[in-house]
């Protein structure tokens, strides 16, 4: 089962990356692609709003399946004390 302090550690390790290689992708490879002009101010505006509301889904989801595996594991060891 994993800590909510593992779970936070966990989703900011993952928004740092993806807040990194989202901003290098929207300043230097989306714009070419897509005729946009972007400047890296706005590029990093755009990934920081993305990547905040990545981070709060990402410990969100992850918290919620915790609490199922949680209650999951409870389930179990209460049928194991009822079989005793």
């Known amino acids: ?8 550690l966990e989703a900011h390790a993952n928004m740092i ?9 929207q300043v ?3 714009p070419p692609l ?3 002009q972007v400047n890296k101010s706005q590029g990093l505006g755009i990934v920081t709003a993305f990547t905040a509301v990545s ?7 992850r918290r919620y399946f915790a609490r199922i595996d949680r209650r999951a ?12």
């Open 1 to 8: 089962m994993q800590s909510h302090k593992h779970s936070l």
């Open 55 to 61: 981070f709060v889904r990402g410990y969100a989801i």
């Open 17 to 25: 990356s993806s807040l990194v290689i989202s901003w290098l992708l």
């Open 73 to 84: 594991h409870l389930a179990a060891l209460q049928q194991a004390r009822e079989q005793i």
């Open 34 to 36: 897509f005729g946009v």
């Open 28 to 30: 230097y490879v989306i």
